[in-house]
């Protein structure tokens, strides 16, 4: 069963990140490429990549490892959507199309198998590898939405800055980030 569910983790996202090339009936590379920037996107893709190596490996710890930092992150967009982005934008924008796939699906697949087929003991430092997707994105969305060149900027699409409180985001990002770390070792060590 893991590894139907690992198996459709890959395949769901490798078909999601394949359409974001498509527009109007043509394959467009710029389309593509703009879709990188987003957390959503990049989370999915680890996991999936993560994914797959289970498929193959499923004994090998640092696959296993893997699994756990992409599940984390793609936990991490989903309650990010549910608790802010949902409020904020509104829940039919960031569940309709392949936006219910990479907010929804994909991680719920990834929790049902990580936390029902994949348990294993976890130390706390394997636990603190599950922040580093975080707290990478976190410092590359800080340079491009504030401190990169005005032309080379990023709209502040997720609204982290909104009021100039991206301080207080970032903490916020991280510190949910790190209690979820703490929540699935916990769930993994009982």
């Known amino acids: 069963m893991d590894i139907l569910l690992n198996a459709v983790i890959f395949v769901l996202t490798l078909i999601l990140v394949a359409l974001f090339f498509k527009k109007d009936g043509e394959w467009h590379l710029s389309n593509g490429t703009r879709a990188f920037r987003f957390f959503t ?17 499923p004994s090998l710890r ?10 984390v992150a793609v936990t ?9 982005l949902g409020p904020t934008l509104g829940y039919k924008k960031m569940f309709t199309g392949t936006e219910l796939y990479m907010h929804l ?19 706390f430092v394997t636990a603190l590898s599950g922040l580093l997707p975080v707290a990478l994105y976190s410092v590359l969305y800080l340079y491009k939405v504030i401190y990169a060149p005005e032309d080379r ?29 703490m929540t699935f070792m916990l769930l993994q060590n009982s």
Request: glycine letters at 6%; hydrophobic letters at 55%.
């Open 41 to 57: 996107v990049q989370s999915n893709i680890l996991c999936a990549a993560a994914a797959l190596l289970m498929c193959m490996a």
């Open 62 to 71: 640092w696959a296993w490892t893997l699994k756990y930092t992409g599940t």
């Open 76 to 84: 991490v967009t989903m309650l990010t959507v549910f608790l802010f």
């Open 105 to 123: 699906v994909t991680p719920l697949l990834a929790i049902v198998s990580f936390f029902c087929f994949e348990k294993r003991p976890m130390s």
């Open 153 to 181: 900027r990023w709209d502040d699409f997720y609204g982290f800055n909104r009021g100039g409180k991206w301080p207080i985001s970032l903490v916020a990002m991280l510190a949910g980030s790190f209690a979820l770390c």
